[in-house]
């Protein structure tokens, strides 16, 4: 489902907001897609449920992760396989990140075990060492995953285990979740304590290795003490600007700027409950409000794309895990994932729109580009080689 949200962009606007988006490197950096809620359609909704009742009918929670991984099977070599291509294809993404799970150190290993499998068995799919990859991806009309993270916890205080990722391909790290691990505080802790000891000792591991240093979680002070230790650029891959709408996962002006100061990269989320008012009635107008207040603030050379939505899951399981497992993540009640979506980013085949929003508030052609993909590139550059 491909939907053009209405901008009021002229004829040739519009062309050459297509040209713009399919002709330059395009990176979403929480990309949890390319398949989401709205891109599986009633019949999978209706046949996971169906399977997963019968695999587990006294437990609602064990039904949503063995959906999971249903889906999961069917698109990495199942019957969703040519659906995942073509959303991906659809979406214009040069590239987008594939996450571990680093929770625990065996949700590590089973996730890397995973994520290899999806690399191996799609050859228009190449895993991402280095910048130039994804410039080859782009100029092949291949696709390029980042290998990501979004916690540490499984790493423990382990420090070999960190440089073994890194050579099965990890490249983005983010320090915190929303708790604290060992590394920090992450956003929904009230005592903001920053770094701990062993969390500077962690930064300067990443710098040593090449990993970027992510901040999208992490609480204020986390964020402001990786970028004071840091000696390469830090980013927050998905977050907000809070002077636009205050949430504990937005950022302040303070870690905007800092970010900004080590030429990072403040990447903007697609989630409804933490961009907008009201999640019911979120729109792509939102999410393009967050980007503009970044470029006033720090420059246009200094914001991205982390949409982190929709996740790919029926809307019975989205339901679900909004009740079981957001509060034990951290979430406030009331947030995390569920149906709510950003309307014109329904699904990642409407990534197109970003670039034409942009294109309707007067961003010139070398800005829009920037924006899609050209500041993540910069980074990567840099921190990566």
């Not at 009742?53 to 099977?73: N, T």
């Not at 910048?131 to 979004?150: M, S």
């Not at 503009?292 to 399981?317: E, F, I, R, S």
Request: proline fraction near 3%; charge should be negative; aromatic fraction near 10%.
């Amino acid at each position: 489902m491909k939907e053009l949200y209405s901008f009021g962009l002229t004829e040739e606007q519009e062309k050459r907001a297509r040209e713009l988006h399919y002709g330059n490197i395009v990176i979403d950096m929480l990309f949890q897609g390319p398949i989401g809620t709205y891109s599986l359609g009633e019949e999978i909704e209706q046949e996971t449920e169906r399977l997963a009742l019968e695999r587990h009918p006294d437990s609602l929670s064990e039904r949503v992760h063995f959906a999971g991984d249903v889906i999961r099977r069917w698109y990495v070599d199942g019957k969703l396989a040519d659906l995942y291509k073509e959303c991906w294809y659809e979406s214009g993404l040069t590239a987008g990140n594939r996450q571990l799970n680093v929770s625990d150190k065996a949700s590590l290993y089973s996730s890397a075990i995973d994520l290899q499998e999806e690399f191996d068995k799609k050859p228009w799919l190449i895993k991402v060492k280095q910048a130039a990859d994804i410039e080859y991806a782009h100029q092949h009309q291949l696709k390029a995953g980042i290998v990501t993270c979004q916690e540490t916890l499984g790493f423990e205080k382990d420090l070999k285990l960190l440089e073994q990722m890194y050579h099965f391909g990890l490249r983005v790290v983010q320090l915190t979740y929303n708790n604290h691990n060992y590394v920090g505080a992450g956003c929904m802790e009230e005592n903001n304590a920053g770094l701990s000891t062993f969390g500077k000792k962690f930064v300067a591991k990443l710098n040593e290795l090449g990993i970027v240093v992510d901040t999208g979680h992490c609480g204020k002070q986390t964020t402001l003490d990786a970028c004071k230790y840091s000696t390469k650029p830090v980013i927050a891959s998905h977050t907000a600007a809070e002077q636009v709408y205050f949430h504990s996962r937005a950022k302040s002006d303070e870690e905007i700027r800092a970010i900004a100061e080590t030429n990072g990269v403040v990447g903007i989320f697609a989630m409804p409950w933490f961009i907008a008012e009201n999640p019911e009635d979120t729109t792509i107008e939102h999410f393009l409000d967050h980007i503009d207040y970044v470029v006033n603030l720090a420059g246009v050379d200094h914001v991205g794309v982390g949409t982190d939505w929709p996740m790919p899951q029926t809307k019975w399981m989205a339901i679900a895990f909004k009740k079981l497992f957001a509060p034990g993540m951290g979430f406030a009640p009331g947030d995390g994932p569920s149906t709510e979506i950003v309307k014109g980013l329904t699904d990642y085949r409407s990534f197109l729109n970003i670039t034409r929003g942009l294109m309707a508030r007067g961003y010139k052609d070398e800005e829009i580009v920037k924006i899609i993909g050209g500041n993540w590139m910069r980074v990567f550059k840099e921190v990566w080689g």
